[in-house]
Every structure is written in C-alpha cells, then in structure tokens.
C-alpha cells in the first residue's frame, strides 16, 4: 500500500505546568528526602528525576486514519490532566511520537526509533498494524499498552489493553444475539482487507452469527474506490439478505446503504465496530441512518462524571478536535490513562520489568468509570471481550441514540 507522506517523528511535552517543586519531594514515607535521592539516580531507559518519556506510536495516516485521527489528542488531555496535578511520583510524562502510517513494516520501523534514538520507557500505540513490532518490543521487554486490535496483542505479555477485538480461536454469542433480537435472519458479511487480523474477527462473527441461528450467506471483500456497490447490492437482494455486518469502515458503509436503500434491499440490522463520531454523522450521517455501532466504553449519551472530566480535558488541552467525544479520543485516552496506571504501580523508582508486573496485578480497572466492566489485568490477556454497549444511528442521522439494554455481554463460543 503506498503512504500518503513520509511517517513523522516528533518530539512533544504533553503538559501544560508541573506546578511547584514541592512535588518532588512529597512521599507516603517519614523519609522523603531519601526517595528523592533514590528516585533522581533512576536509570531505567526514558526516566529521569522530572520526566518519563513515552513512545507514542500510531495511525496518523494511510488506511487506519480514519480510526485514529483523535487518538492523540485522547492522549494530550490525559496526560495533560496528570501532569497539571505534579505528575506520576512528581515526573512529567512526555512523548515522542510516530506516524506508522497503517502499515506494518513503518510500524516497526517507528518501534525502533522511538525505543533506540529517544530512551523510551514504554509504548502508547493505536494502530491496526501493531503487530509489526509486537515481538521487537517482547525481545525488549518494552511495556505496550493501547487498542487491542490484532491477535498479537493476546500472544504477547508485555502487552496491555482493556479488550481485545480478535483471537486465534474462538469467538463469542453476543454479536449473534444482538443481531437476532433485532430480526436478523440471513447476513451478508462485508469486509475491508484480508488480513490476518480481519480473517480472524470474520470467523468470530460467522461463528457468532450461527450459533444464534443466523444463517451467513454471502461474503464480500470491497474497497471505496473499486467495488461496484450497486451490483452488490444486487446479489444481496437477490439472496434475500436482511443483515450486514463485517469489518466495515464508515466510508464504505456509506457508499453501501444509499444503494441498498435504492434497490428496496430491507435490511432489519447493521452492525458496526466503527463509526462512533459525531463529526462523522455532519459528514454522512443521513448515510449511516439506522447503523448500530458496539463500543468497549460506556457512550457519551450516558453522561457520567466521567465522560465530563474527559471532556473537559479535551476541551483544555486538545481544543483542536471538535467536538470532542469521539470514539478514538477515548481510545487514546483510555490507552494514556492505563500506562499511567502502570507507571503507578511501578513506584517511585520504575522500571520496565516493575511496570509490566504491577499492571499485570491489577484486578479492578475501570477506566475511571469509562468502561461498562472492571478489568483483571491478569486473566483478560488472550481472551475475546464479550461485554459491549451498544448505539443506533438515528433515522435522520444526526444523532447516536443507545439500545435498550444498552450493554450486552455473551458467552464464550469454542
């Protein structure tokens, strides 16, 4: 796939203000002055006694964009909240970042240069081509964390994400079930590429969808720029399709159901794990009209305490992105606010072997709130997520409206 521009390396503070000095020297322990000495001769790669250093690897072009483009900014405001209140231990957490461009060979490519030319301590990524450094930053024994979106996130145990979108094996009921309860009888499903990340999430779904009864008749592979959309339309209709699912990208989506809808295919459901973005339905929303979208995250509709203080940040430090409550942004910012549990657990003196160890400890994360279930660090590596919250499109497109219920959990399928 060619790139769209060369991939960026760039050096960013991600903070606004410290505040005082006198953070460095505050503790739990009667000696205070004794853990600021210790922790100023820390020699872990990217610590130093004010700073943390980060890698920040990610889509910002190339095929995956579209999924990412707020994703740093969810990573600005997180860090940029931390930082305001001192710190991690009293050390700013800064980032150097780099642009993958969607494909795997730049990913490690990025991998290499953050890690060996910027002393970083550990990775944030959100990318779908993550595997192309997974066992680079495994030899290295470099904590990850981010969106679990390809199967080397479950191989690897340096590597931390609060759900994982696809296995090896296996699959679970609830995107079958979903879709019955919604009329589904007979699918069709549509998919962007033939990686080995999406050949998998494919047969989960096929998996899924018959388990619940729901037949899968039809499989399409399409692009937006090649795939006649109106002769597939036809062959659906034709083999009385009333489902579509699949790894579909929004822009494809809305090239497919004015057609459908132009040919009188009735189709009772659409299912999506894009598309959360109320930039998108500005754009193409009357397009997307009736799609539903499945989340890993409580959505913003609920408007929770922790949907303000997200989008409060977003609106101190990343004021750019508007409006704020984009899918991506969260991912970036659950994926900030993870690393910074780890970094937590580490101690004041961490080290990338503690950080690994203590994260993996952690038995109740919840994303402060963002997430519909607490996650076990140290069961949830390998296994499929079954738990999601799920959204409509409304009918005029303006607008994401929650099923009822709106949070759904399956069962493992093996």
Same mark, same amino acid.
């Given at each position: 796939?060619?790139?769209?521009?060369?991939?960026?390396?760039?050096?960013?503070?991600?903070?606004?203000?410290?505040?005082?000095?006198?953070?460095?020297?505050?503790?739990?322990?009667?000696?205070?002055?004794?853990?600021?000495?210790?922790?100023?001769?820390?020699? &872990?790669?990217?610590?130093? =006694? $004010?700073?943390?250093?980060? #890698?920040?690897?990610?889509?910002? %072009?190339?095929?995956?964009? @579209? /999924?990412?483009?707020?994703?740093?900014?969810?990573?600005?405001?997180?860090?940029?909240?931390?930082?305001?209140?001192?710190?991690?231990?009293?050390?700013?957490?800064?980032?150097?970042?780099?642009?993958?461009?969607?494909?795997?060979?730049?990913?490690?490519?990025? &991998?290499?240069?953050?890690? =060996? $030319?910027?002393?970083?301590? #550990?990775?944030?990524?959100?990318? %779908?081509?993550?595997?192309? @450094? /997974?066992?680079?930053?495994?030899?290295?024994?470099?904590?990850?964390?981010?969106?679990?979106?390809?199967?080397?996130?479950?191989?690897?145990?340096?590597?931390?994400?609060?759900?994982?979108?696809?296995?090896?094996?296996?699959?679970?009921?609830?995107?079958?079930?979903?879709?019955?309860?919604? =009329?589904?009888?007979?699918?069709?499903?549509?998919?962007?590429?033939?990686?080995?990340?999406?050949?998998?999430?494919?047969?989960?779904?096929?998996?899924?969808?018959?388990?619940?009864?729901?037949?899968?008749?039809?499989?399409?592979?399409?692009?937006?720029?090649?795939?006649?959309?109106?002769?597939?339309?036809?062959?659906?209709?034709?083999?009385?399709?009333?489902?579509?699912?699949?790894?579909?990208?929004?822009?494809?989506?809305?090239?497919?159901?004015?057609?459908?809808?132009?040919?009188?295919?009735?189709?009772?459901?659409?299912?999506?794990?894009?598309?959360?973005?109320?930039?998108?339905?500005?754009?193409?929303?009357?397009?997307?009209?009736?799609?539903?979208?499945?989340?890993?995250?409580?959505?913003?509709?609920?408007?929770?305490?922790?949907?303000?203080?997200?989008?409060?940040?977003?609106?101190?430090?990343?004021?750019?992105?508007?409006?704020?409550?984009?899918?991506?942004?969260?991912?970036?910012?659950?994926?900030?606010?993870?690393?910074?549990?780890?970094?937590?657990?580490?101690?004041?003196?961490?080290?990338?072997?503690?950080?690994?160890?203590?994260?993996?400890?952690?038995?109740?994360?919840?994303?402060?709130?963002?997430?519909?279930?607490?996650?076990?660090?140290?069961?949830?590596?390998?296994?499929?997520?079954?738990?999601?919250?799920?959204?409509?499109?409304?009918?005029?497109?303006?607008?994401?409206?929650?099923?009822?219920?709106?949070?759904?959990?399956?069962?493992?399928?093996?």
């Amino acid at each position: 796939m060619p790139l769209r521009k060369r991939p960026m390396f760039r050096t960013i503070t991600a903070m606004l203000s410290l505040g005082s000095l006198a953070m460095l020297t505050a503790c739990d322990s009667p000696s205070g002055s004794d853990e600021r000495t210790a922790a100023l001769s820390c020699t &872990a790669p990217g610590v130093s =006694g $004010s700073e943390i250093r980060a #890698g920040l690897l990610f889509s910002d %072009t190339g095929a995956g964009q @579209s /999924a990412f483009q707020a994703f740093r900014a969810g990573v600005d405001a997180r860090l940029g909240v931390v930082n305001a209140e001192g710190g991690v231990n009293g050390r700013k957490v800064v980032y150097s970042w780099y642009d993958d461009a969607t494909d795997p060979a730049q990913n490690l490519v990025g &991998a290499q240069t953050l890690v =060996g $030319s910027d002393a970083t301590f #550990g990775i944030i990524e959100g990318t %779908t081509t993550g595997a192309g @450094s /997974a066992q680079y930053l495994d030899d290295h024994d470099i904590p990850v964390v981010g969106v679990g979106g390809e199967i080397a996130w479950t191989q690897h145990p340096n590597m931390f994400a609060w759900s994982y979108y696809t296995t090896s094996a296996g699959s679970n009921s609830v995107w079958g079930e979903l879709i019955r309860s919604q =009329g589904g009888t007979r699918a069709a499903l549509v998919d962007m590429a033939m990686s080995e990340a999406i050949q998998n999430f494919h047969r989960q779904l096929a998996e899924s969808l018959e388990a619940a009864g729901v037949q899968v008749d039809q499989t399409f592979n399409v692009t937006a720029g090649t795939t006649n959309f109106e002769s597939l339309v036809r062959q659906m209709k034709a083999a009385g399709i009333d489902t579509l699912t699949g790894s579909i990208f929004p822009d494809v989506l809305a090239r497919i159901l004015p057609a459908a809808r132009a040919a009188g295919l009735d189709l009772k459901v659409v299912l999506s794990p894009l598309g959360y973005d109320q930039t998108l339905l500005g754009l193409i929303g009357p397009q997307l009209a009736g799609t539903v979208i499945y989340l890993d995250f409580v959505p913003f509709e609920a408007n929770t305490p922790a949907h303000s203080r997200l989008l409060a940040a977003m609106q101190m430090y990343s004021p750019q992105i508007q409006p704020p409550a984009q899918q991506s942004a969260v991912f970036g910012w659950l994926s900030a606010d993870i690393f910074l549990r780890g970094l937590e657990a580490a101690g004041p003196c961490p080290t990338r072997a503690a950080f690994i160890q203590g994260l993996r400890a952690v038995h109740d994360y919840h994303g402060d709130g963002l997430l519909p279930h607490p996650i076990d660090f140290a069961t949830n590596r390998g296994h499929l997520s079954g738990c999601y919250d799920f959204v409509r499109v409304s009918e005029d497109g303006s607008r994401f409206v929650p099923l009822q219920p709106v949070s759904r959990c399956g069962e493992p399928l093996r």
